[in-house]
């Protein structure tokens, strides 16, 4: 594990040598927290709440979400370039789990863009922007645990993407699809405390509303007793059926490339 961690360490190290460009992150990620906050003081006009959700429950669904995006990072073109350039093989023939290796280079550039781009966000945001407290420690550790878990569901969703490179000449229009119907549907952009409930129902269904929306509700303390056991039993179920999906794609794309390079 210890080789993989250096992946990680690597990555984040190489990322701080582009001050320039950290500094454009923290700037970009400002800016989407006050587009976002903005355009909903402008449509709670001065009112406490909106069926029941307030002012301060959606600011804080946003910059959760926003930390969650910017921890969330994933290279999502490494597999198909790797392909293109034909360095693939040489990749399999390492004595290291590529799958591994991709991970947790995503873990370390996530990692720097919490402390680069989001922290200082929140920081600047916070002397603006009424957040809600945490509802107590307890529910900020589940939140921390289901941040984990939520990670996991959302990389193997973007792995299984990735792994369509096998077939494909492009997986970037797929790619963009994909992150569409997270952002949407997982609540990043819309909270889902305003979507239809015949929506939220559906939703229910896929893995999307445990990736962004579950964080948030725990460090609310919205849920609570059996509700929390079976979400996190919800988050763990879709964590083996993407692996599954996401590892048959992928045994079958090697070996498509196998038969195909002889």
């Avoid at 962004?212 to 079976?230: A, H, K, N, R, T």
């Avoid at 979400?231 to 599954?244: K, P, S, T």
Wanted: include cysteine; hydrophobic fraction near 55%; glycine fraction near 6%.
């Amino acid at each position: 594990m210890s080789t993989y961690l250096q992946f990680a360490v690597i990555k984040f190290r190489n990322k701080t040598a582009y001050r320039f460009d950290y500094l454009l992150g923290i700037l970009n990620t400002l800016l989407s927290f006050v587009v976002y906050w903005s355009i909903y003081k402008a449509l709670y006009s001065g009112a406490s709440e909106v069926d029941g959700v307030t002012f301060s429950m959606v600011t804080t669904n946003f910059i959760i979400s926003l930390g969650l995006s910017s921890a969330f990072h994933k290279n999502e073109m490494f597999l198909q370039d790797k392909i293109k350039q034909g360095t693939i093989a040489n990749e399999l023939l390492k004595p290291v789990n590529f799958k591994l290796r991709m991970l947790f280079e995503d873990i370390g550039e996530g990692a720097f863009n919490v402390v680069f781009h989001f922290l200082p966000t929140v920081v600047i945001a916070g002397f603006f922007a009424n957040l809600s407290a945490p509802s107590s420690v307890l529910n900020v550790l589940l939140c921390l645990v289901s941040v984990i878990l939520g990670y996991i569901v959302l990389w193997q969703i973007s792995f299984i993407v990735q792994s369509w490179s096998f077939w494909l000449f492009s997986v970037w229009g797929f790619i963009t699809i994909k992150n569409v119907f997270v952002n949407i549907l997982a609540g990043a952009y819309i909270p889902m405390w305003f979507m239809p409930d015949w929506l939220r129902s559906v939703i229910r269904f896929t893995p999307f509303d445990s990736i962004y929306f579950m964080p948030v509700q725990l460090y609310l303390g919205e849920l609570q007793g059996w509700d929390i056991l079976i979400n996190f039993a919800r988050q763990l179920l879709w964590i083996v059926i993407l692996y599954g999906i996401g590892e048959f794609s992928w045994r079958k794309g090697i070996k498509k490339l196998v038969v195909q390079g002889g």
